[in-house]
């Protein structure tokens, strides 16, 4: 089948990493940039809207660097090592300032990494038993990307996905009777321990943590300093963890009551080092799961609220009005790693609480993703 080819012109690049060119209709590139031109093949039309890959740029842009992963141009997984680190920032930045400058008015704190590669501690790799084959997926190709040389895995991590390469191992780790097609994936949960491989289980099934342990710990700081500044006053304030799975975000609070509500139990040795950390295991979609879980803290601890602390899945919080109104806290933590989902919850709660603080913080250098941290203060004058 021919390609369809384009001419292209790039004005911006969007929230997703792409390019954008405004042409009829409006067309999306990947690894380009602001001001480049050149030709594209289109690889799929949806809504009104097209995706291409570049062929060839017949003006580059100044701001464009060549990416040292090998992998970079046809993988899909990093969207910025095309440019140097600080433009890669300015253009997140940007970004959360577009979203949220209709009703933040304040300046957005940046967190940035220290390093660019070789901070995930996890990494999932697809596998294709009759192609013979082990790496990421392509939106361009049916085949897999090789992912043997790839920079973002930490160095025990990098070592162990190398040994599953040689003489392809890999295959001997996929028990008989699995499905020709599934996935490998190479995680290391603590520093002082070699990384294990699982097959064809859940993402972070032998439990979730953030993959970038610098910034993680850069992230923890920032929320355990507004709990200080926002809610700790000498007293013993009852914090409700939503989707807080082991704790990370609220372990280190002083003198905190913490309630920490998930749909699966983690085990209670996980949660650190606050001694009155309690667990609740719960479906958290349903307005009747705000209802149980109100009640239930109401028996438990006979106080309301003080602060939700909610660090969501990338869809946000859909009933997040509903959580503000039945628990009323005086002040509400939410950490996203979907800016979109963020801005529309936010706009749920605009009218009783005041957005007082938003902060970047770099936990995935070299993609589009990174985490935001939102701080919400019930407005004076709206009561429980």
């Known amino acids: 089948m021919n390609k369809k080819i384009i001419n292209f012109n ?35 039309e949806a809504k009104g809207v097209r995706f291409a890959a570049v062929e060839s740029l017949t003006k580059e842009s100044p701001l464009r660097i060549t990416p040292e992963c090998p992998h970079f141009d046809r993988c899909t997984g990093c969207h910025y090592l ?4 600080p433009e890669e920032i300015n253009l997140k930045k940007s970004y959360l300032e577009r979203l949220f400058g209709v009703f933040y008015e304040g300046v957005i704190s ?6 660019r590669f070789r901070y995930r ?18 939106k361009l190709s049916i085949s897999l990307i090789n992912a043997e040389k790839c920079l973002l895995p930490e160095e025990a991590v990098t070592a162990k996905v190398k040994e599953l390469y040689d003489a392809e191992s890999w295959k001997s780790c996929i028990p008989e009777g699995s499905p020709v097609k599934g996935t490998i994936e190479v995680y290391q949960k603590y520093e002082d321990k070699s990384p294990a491989v699982s097959v064809n289980k859940p993402y972070a099934s032998g439990g979730f943590l953030q993959v970038n342990r610098e910034m993680n710990s850069v992230l923890i700081d920032l929320v355990n300093k507004a709990y200080n500044n926002y809610v700790f006053r000498g007293n013993n304030p009852l914090v409700l963890d939503i989707y807080g799975g082991n704790g990370n975000l609220t372990r280190s609070f002083k003198n905190a009551r913490v309630l920490i509500a998930d749909k699966v139990k983690m085990r209670m040795t996980q949660t650190g080092e606050n001694p009155s950390t309690a667990f609740y295991t719960h479906d958290l979609i349903r307005k009747s799961s ?11 601890y006979n106080s309301p609220a003080d602060l939700l602390v909610f660090d969501p899945p990338r869809k946000g919080v859909k009933l997040f009005g509903d959580w503000a109104e039945t628990f009323a806290p005086e002040n509400i933590f939410y950490v996203s790693c979907n ?7 936010a706009q749920k709660i605009k009218d009783t609480y005041e957005l007082k603080e938003i902060s970047m913080i770099d936990l995935f250098p070299g993609t589009r993703h990174f985490e935001t941290f939102a701080v919400f203060k019930k407005r004076q004058g709206e009561g429980n």
């Open 339 to 345: 800016p979109e989902t963020l801005k529309r919850d």
């Open 121 to 138: 501690n996890r990494i999932q790799l697809h596998y294709d038993l009759e192609a013979g084959s082990l790496g990421f997926i392509s």
């Open 10 to 44: 790039i004005e911006n690049i969007d929230g997703l990493g792409q390019g954008v060119y405004r042409g009829k209709p409006v067309t999306f590139i990947d690894k380009t940039l602001p001001g480049e031109e050149g030709t594209a093949a289109v690889y799929r």
């Open 82 to 85: 095309h440019m140097e680190y």
């Open 290 to 300: 705000i209802n149980n879980l109100h009640s239930y803290t109401k028996r438990r």
């Open 110 to 115: 940046v967190f940035t990494a220290s390093k």
